[in-house]
């Protein structure tokens, strides 16, 4: 209870130093799987190389090759050179073209960043102001209506409604352009096309927390003292619904990540979904392994900021924040 | 209360006679098909609907019925298999780690962890993108990436069972383990994890359909919906049927199996929207508690 009272800086820190630590052997066992995926695939990446240098390939040749990619060595001596490798930066070349995987990753994912910035804005102005409205104006005609079209929008997958949004908005009014380009008209579509099945799947949870909330006590507590609904809606309530929302945050991102290849496919937004298609049509091994490791990486940071951020929204969560791992 | 539950007992039949109808139509879709959903003819290609092609044809002149019809086997019934293995998998090492404990529980959590990790879309993107493409490696793919849920679900359930008096109880009988696992531990975690896999039936038909239509899932001449939609995209100005159809389908069938994740939620979990399983565990005890 004191610790509830009087917010302990030196146990937040301590928090965060575990936290990393125990990232330590998730992030080993991470590349470990990706890494070792490669060695599933039934197509040698040898071969994949060389046919795409227009090499013949002859035994020879491939053993050479192999041996020149350390490729001959057992597999966990691979494994450490490679993660020794992607530690100091560098991501090895494609094996298509050469060119480093680094310069690839550094020019595709600003874009995709981008589009899930944009995103993750448009989800969140849409599922927050509605997911409160739903639940102030519970079974009222409003609710049943955003509820019905939540409803809706969960169950659209985003590369259906990229396609409905691309015959309305490109094809048939003409307001829009077909491919992304580049522009900020070109990410119109694609930032819809992500942010309204997510809001759909939000609206309804914001919905619920604030429910939950509004059950409280200190809410009828509240307003039979004579507080204004709307101070003790957005004081109070949002402030307490601030956990679901930091966390429905972190679960957007995590779907958005990987998630926007088949919008970024079809608008040829060329982002990092894009790029990790094109190597995994070309089984481009270097290229599909440091979009994993990014990708994962950069969602594990989120989620241990998300974490944080509750210990900062809501100081109640503070102790039991050493216990969850 | 009583009238609301009745009437979540009637949807919930309505639905699941529904989606029973609909795994009909997918077993018996082949035969209703009113055309060979495989022949090409060019000379009819893009045909906008017609009597012959109720939904009209795509760019290779095949019937786009005949294909939904063909597809639904492939679409519907590849992701109740991965929500099978996914369960089935998970449930088996959560109820093992969670029951025993020790090293191996510590191994599969770490395990867990480290697949947690991962974004769910990436790890399915890597793994059908590694084992190359394929129905089989798509199924693949969305059950390595489902299980550590259900796994970490099922250790939770099973680590506050197992300290109930009921599984006590059969222990002092002399039950053997295996036989408090099946007949104490297993029917009581078990709800909550049908909730849940229930619920994410309609997901996993959208994973699957989207790793197809990123070219990953099925193979080219099969029919599948999602990669009816990637094959009619570029011919969406002349032909916008060849994607509006399979995408209805698909968002129908979505739409069908959310309800019923919702509708077995209220069923099994009638606690309120937030805490799916608050009010779950006091009824596990009047249930299982054998009067001591």
């Known amino acids: ?325 | 209360m009583t009238r609301n539950r009745r009437f979540g007992r009637v949807r919930l039949i309505l639905l699941l006679t529904l989606a029973a109808l609909l795994c009909l139509l997918c077993l018996i879709g082949p035969e209703l098909a009113p055309n060979d959903p495989y022949k090409v003819n060019l000379l009819q290609a893009k045909q906008p609907p017609s009597e012959k092609f109720p939904l009209g044809t795509d760019g290779f002149g095949r019937c786009v019925l005949s294909r939904i019809l063909v597809g639904a086997r492939t679409s519907v019934f590849s992701a109740l298999l991965v929500v099978g293995i996914t369960l089935t998998v998970g449930c088996v090492i959560g109820t093992l780690c969670g029951y025993f404990g020790g090293a191996v529980d510590t191994i599969f959590m770490r395990l867990v962890d480290i697949f947690l990790a991962f974004p769910g879309m990436v790890l399915a993107l890597a793994v059908a993108g590694m084992l190359g493409t394929g129905l089989g490696n798509a199924v693949i793919a969305l059950a390595a990436t489902g299980w550590p849920q259900y796994a970490r679900l099922a250790r939770s359930y099973v680590l506050t069972l197992r300290e109930e008096n009921f599984v006590y109880a059969a222990r002092l009988n002399g039950q053997s383990t295996w036989s408090i696992l099946l007949r104490h531990i297993l029917p009581n975690a078990l709800r909550p994890l049908i909730v849940t896999a229930s619920l994410s039936i309609g997901g996993t038909i959208l994973g699957l359909a989207g790793l197809s239509f990123l070219g990953l899932g099925a193979l080219p001449p099969a029919a599948e919906w999602g990669s009816m939609l990637s094959d009619g995209r570029g011919l969406m100005q002349q032909a916008p049927w060849i994607v509006l159809y399979p995408g209805l389908t698909i968002f129908l069938t979505v739409v069908l199996f959310n309800l019923l994740g919702d509708s077995v939620r209220d069923a099994l979990a009638p606690a309120d929207d937030t805490h799916l399983f608050r009010k779950v565990r006091p009824r596990f005890k009047k249930k299982g508690t054998p009067t001591l």
């Open chain 1, 1 to 325: 209870m004191e610790n509830s009272l009087r917010p302990d800086r030196g146990s937040l820190g301590r928090f965060v130093l575990r936290r990393l630590l125990l990232l330590i052997p998730v992030l080993f066992g991470v590349t470990f799987l990706t890494y070792g995926l490669m060695f599933l695939s039934p197509s040698d990446p040898v071969e994949m190389m060389l046919q795409a240098q227009g090499i013949p390939v002859t035994p020879e040749v491939a053993q050479a090759m192999r041996v020149k990619m350390g490729l001959d060595r057992p597999f966990l001596e691979q494994y450490f050179a490679w993660l020794w490798r992607f530690l100091s930066g560098d991501m090895g070349v494609s094996l298509i073209d050469g060119e480093p995987v680094r310069q690839m990753l550094m020019a595709a994912a600003p874009k995709t960043l981008l589009l899930t910035a944009t995103s993750l804005l448009v989800t969140v102005a849409l599922s927050l102001p509605l997911g409160i409205l739903t639940a102030v104006r519970q079974n009222r005609f409003s609710d049943y209506l955003i509820r019905f079209l939540s409803f809706l929008g969960n169950a659209m997958p985003s590369f259906l409604l990229s396609l409905l949004l691309l015959y309305l908005f490109a094809l048939r009014l003409n307001l829009l352009p077909v491919l992304a380009g580049g522009g900020a008209k070109g990410l119109i579509l694609p930032t819809l096309a992500l942010s309204l099945p997510m809001s759909g799947r939000y609206i309804r949870q914001v919905r619920a927390a604030v429910l939950e909330q509004l059950g409280q006590r200190y809410v009828s507590g509240a307003i039979s003292r004579g507080v204004r609904t709307r101070t003790v809606l957005f004081k109070s309530v949002l402030r307490n619904a601030m956990t679901t929302i930091l966390t429905l945050l972190a679960l957007s991102m995590g779907s958005l990540l990987g998630g926007t290849a088949a919008v970024e496919r079809i608008f040829s937004w060329r982002g990092m979904g894009y790029m990790v298609m094109d190597a995994i049509f070309m089984r481009d091994y270097p290229v599909i392994q440091a979009f994993v490791v990014w990708m994962t990486v950069l969602y594990v940071v989120i989620n241990l900021l998300t974490d944080l951020s509750y210990a900062i929204v809501d100081p109640r969560s503070r102790k039991g924040l050493g216990v969850q791992p």
